[in-house]
């Protein structure tokens, strides 16, 4: 298939080998001139506007922009009928979302909204016992952690995204993808109640901690933290349910599960010598293959946008100091 990769930065970037990998013709259009040649080499071809890229007539764009900007480029694509793929999030905001999905809709096109922690077999783990185990029919609770030390992550973290807000850092976005889980675990949020701000002395003006409870439709509280302030990456969670509980570690590599029958702890280790870039190859494998049998994916653009109204009322309520409705 013809793809453009809409910012051909870090994440748009990997994309782009991943495609060309799985022996697509790639093509990436981006403002920044020394991004546009640092791809160059595996490129079909580089535009520096999206009117020009759309003339190679790509089937299908990946949307890999900032965050404050996913929105607009997403529109152009879909009206000159690409597939849509857009990074999570979705954006930071509900300006024009309705338009893009009247688009999607119209034209009958394929949309995702990428977080490749879905793809983590630890999370899919904990969606599999959460699904198919009776013991954990009934949820009731569950406790979410991310968290690492941004300038281990990022050496020039003053001048990345993460540290600044107008390039669309926010940590409850970046964060997003325990939103994300939490949702396609538990259903649909209801309200949520939220603090965030700077505990460090880092040089930031977006925030280094958040810390919300969540209440879904199906009763569920949720506890969710963000951070940017731990030393070794953590990645966890925890659910209770009404006969189990079932926890994943991504730092220990466990899972452990308990029910009212076993009365002990099980744990596995779960080895599996992830390595990092395997999860945005299945998450694109599983979206090429959606396309290909024009099946709807498990996290349309109009599905993430719940998880965007979920991450907008956090924000409220951070402001606020007060449960918001979702």
């Not at 080998?17 to 040649?37: A, I, M, P, Q, W």
């Not at 281990?152 to 807000?165: P, V």
């Not at 951070?227 to 990456?233: A, S």
């Amino acid at each position: 298939m013809r793809i453009l990769i809409v910012g051909v930065g870090s994440i748009g970037k990997r994309h782009m080998e991943n495609l060309v990998k799985l022996g697509h013709e790639v093509y990436g259009v981006d403002f920044k001139r020394e991004s546009l040649d640092a791809v160059k080499h595996i490129a079909s071809g580089t535009f520096e506007s999206i009117e020009e890229a759309l003339e190679v007539e790509p089937e299908v764009a990946f949307i890999c922009t900032f965050s404050n900007a996913h929105i607009a480029p997403a529109i152009e694509c879909a009206k000159a009928g690409c597939h849509i793929f857009i990074e999570k999030p979705l954006s930071l905001n509900l300006t024009d979302v309705d338009e893009l999905i009247g688009i999607i809709d119209e034209k009958k096109l394929i949309s995702m909204v990428g977080c490749n922690m879905r793809f983590h077999p630890g999370i899919l783990y904990v969606h599999e016992v959460l699904a198919k185990n009776p013991y954990f029919k009934t949820k009731l609770w569950a406790n979410l952690e991310f968290g690492f030390y941004l300038p281990f992550a990022k050496i020039d973290y003053e001048s990345s995204y993460m540290a600044n807000r107008s390039m669309g850092g926010n940590l409850i976005f970046d964060g997003i993808h325990e939103l994300d889980y939490a949702a396609w675990f538990f259903g649909e949020p209801s309200e949520v109640i939220c603090t965030k701000g700077i505990l460090s002395d880092m040089k930031i003006d977006t925030e280094d901690y958040v810390d919300m409870i969540l209440k879904f439709k199906s009763g569920v509280i949720c506890n969710v933290h963000m951070d940017y302030l731990q030393h070794g990456y953590s990645r966890r969670c925890k659910v209770v349910c009404g006969e189990g509980t079932v926890v994943w570690d991504f730092a220990t590599e466990k899972t452990g599960i308990i029910t009212i029958v076993d009365k002990e702890w099980k744990w596995e280790d779960m080895k599996l010598e992830l390595y990092y870039n395997q999860m945005y190859m299945d998450e694109i494998k599983y979206f090429m293959n959606c396309i290909e049998n024009m099946k709807e994916t498990f996290n349309t653009v109009h599905d993430s946008e719940s998880v965007l109204r979920l991450a907008l009322a956090a924000n409220r309520s951070a402001e606020s100091g007060m449960w918001e409705q979702i």
